[in-house]
């Protein structure tokens, strides 16, 4: 019995020890069949530990990479809006990095835009009475262009042949006046008879203008349905605008033969009295009132912007509630023409000795820099948007700010703050920028401006073109010789308080 134990056990065990090797043999030769199939067999332990360092190194890389492109960004912005002067300095403040981190809503727009303490409710808006005029009282223009002791009879200008005397009177308040304000007879500009029957009825005006076919009509928005019964809204064109707005958009022809875009109408000026497109614009946009001179109030903005606040609201806030006739944004980065002229001249927005002509006969005319004494916040401004009551004094103002743009250059920042320095009864509102840029949404040309003017190198060189220091129809119209001594006046130094300017 023992034995025959015995021999079951050992018969047991020999069964076990096979069956273990046959699995041992089959699993071995799995293993040999997946290696052959993927002709990938990973046996040295160094290898893998090669392979998953290498992926753990790529990974912690990125990681570290876009930790440091955070850190960056952070540090930017952090610098942008820091008040210490040097790390300010090392941000300019209209990159590109802030425009998209913008356009993602990862800025706070503090620079640029603040919330303006307007009204909720246009509806509720009461219209105040109209201010009174006190001096002057009276407003004239003068119609005839008188070229007096010009060496050659030519045709008349659009501006006129002011002179230094007529300019230096212009300055003088009377009870009475008659100054220069554009629109000489046979002087060009002129519209549509349609055109000037429809403006006839516009008491409230937003104007708005795009010449040499360099913008599209932007369409408005959040109007309430009162301020568009209310208001008219005036696209002031040439022909060269008409024609490209007509390639690019649809136009409508209303029943009275007025054309149409949307909100706006289309109200074209033939024969443009200047020969660059950048100084017909300042017709519309500074002489408003003579364009429509039923208006009692208008709001001019630049053809590149697409309002976006009613403007109810708009002459609410900024001349009914404080009582202002005439109301202008500071500009963003200059409070002195002189360094507002320095930073023309850098970015060639002009030609540079005609800036510094110009600018030398306002220091010799006592204009001084801007400072803190003065009773303005800025003597420069944001001239995009100009909201207005067209009283005497206001007509007045934007008679003499238009004289100073025809008779020197066409950038008219430089000349404002020259007007408000002589016309010293005149009183305005300038608010504050960030304000400005949240009137509206500011859209690219189409193209840049350009004209042979802007590129001339020396005085000498404009005098090549035999008219003497004068373009053939105005800008730098010396009709008779500057009666002070330019030679002697020198500049006042400049300092670059801006990344951008």
Known sequence: ??????????????????????????????????????????????????????????????IVWMLLILFALLFHLWSCHSSISFLSALCKKDSKVLGILDTMGLTTKQQHRCSIPLMDDPDAIVIPKRTPDTIPKFLKYVLEDDQGNANEKSQPLFGGHQSWKQRENSFKL???????????????????????????????VVASGIFDGYDTPHQPYNISLRSRKLFCFLMVVDEVSLDFIKQNVTVREASDGGKWVGIWRLVTLHHPPYDEPRRNGKVPKILTHRLFPQAQYSIWIDGKMELIVDPLLILERYLWRGKHTFAIACHKHHRSIYEEADAIKRRKRYARPLIDLHMKIYHYEGMELWSPKKRTISDVPEGAVIIREHTTMTNLFSCLWFNEVNLFTPRDQLSFGYVVYRLEEFKFFMFPNCEYNSLFILHRHTREHSSVVEWVKSLDEFKGNKTGLKESRGGLGLWTPYPGDLNSVQLPSVKRTSPAG
């Open 1 to 62: 019995m023992e034995t025959e134990a015995q021999g079951l056990l050992s018969l047991r065990a020999s069964y076990r020890t096979e069956r273990g090797n046959r699995n041992a043999g089959t699993k071995d030769a799995a293993d040999e069949t997946d290696v052959s199939a993927n002709g990938k067999g990973i046996k040295d332990p160094l290898k893998m530990v090669w392979r998953r360092g290498f992926i753990r190194l790529v990974l912690v890389s990125a």
């Open 174 to 204: 009377n009870t009475t006046m008659k100054v220069h304000c554009g629109f000489m007879k046979n002087g060009g500009a002129e519209m549509d008879a349609v055109d000037v029957k429809y403006a006839k009825k516009c008491r409230f």
